[in-house]
């Protein structure tokens, strides 16, 4: 199996497996892996539950050129980060429910857990609304990516980021529980967060320990 082809099959599992654990609602949301100069994303407006692999594009990143289906809407999106972005590897755009919260009250989100700050970084921007699939989202969004591995969207979504697919998963995990308990902290008097260059410390060695652990394991 080729590594589009193993890249295709793993963005439609990953599709399948948003669904099923409600990150995605309907055909929302979409998914990325770069593969060299090319990226695997799924299709624009498309049933998750009905894709198959060989309905996802290939896009070329330096052209964005594609070969297949029409790609996601937001595609624009996922080329900007892999060209600004060179470690990151994949990406996944979701509107979970209390991400999407946040989002639509354009609170940011504190280093209220560690393992926020060790994945993500040292809190969660939100980046300023903007209509979906323009340029100026794109521009927006990486803005408020700097330096972290997602972002809140106001009035919209979530994106997180990854080295490998399975991290970018985890980090859409992450920022939903952390949304999920900064909300209901409110309640008991107030989310209370790590000092910031306690969370920035937390998030530099995450990176490199992880990076180092992955090399260890997967020798080229």
């Given at each position: ?37 090319k990226v695997v994303i799924t299709p624009s ?90 340029g100026r989202i794109v521009r927006k969004t ?79």
């Amino acid at each position: 199996m080729s590594d589009i082809q193993t890249a295709r099959k793993a963005v439609r599992d990953m599709g399948l497996r948003l669904l099923e654990t409600g990150l995605v609602i309907g055909t929302w949301g979409n998914v990325s892996v770069r593969i060299g100069v090319k990226v695997v994303i799924t299709p624009s407006g498309a049933d998750y539950a009905l894709l198959r692999e060989e309905d996802m594009p290939v896009i070329d990143l330096e052209t964005g050129a594609y070969e297949g289906a029409k790609p996601s809407s937001e595609k624009g999106l996922h080329l900007e980060v892999y060209r600004r972005r060179k470690e990151i590897n994949a990406v996944i755009h979701v509107h979970s429910p209390h991400a999407a919260t946040m989002a639509a009250a354009r609170k940011p989100l504190p280093p209220i857990l560690d393992d926020i700050a060790q994945l993500i970084g040292p809190g969660v921007r939100v980046a300023d609304y903007a209509l979906p699939s323009t340029g100026r989202i794109v521009r927006k969004t990486m803005r408020a990516l700097k330096g972290r591995m997602a972002a809140l969207m106001a009035n919209h979504g979530a994106i997180c980021l990854g080295r490998d697919l399975e991290e970018a998963y985890l980090c859409c995990q992450v920022l939903e529980k952390g949304c999920k308990a900064y909300i209901e902290a409110e309640f008991l008097g107030g989310a209370k967060g790590i000092n910031y260059f306690e969370a920035a410390l937390m998030h530099q060695f995450f990176l490199r320990k992880y990076s180092r652990q992955w090399k260890d394991e997967n020798p080229t």
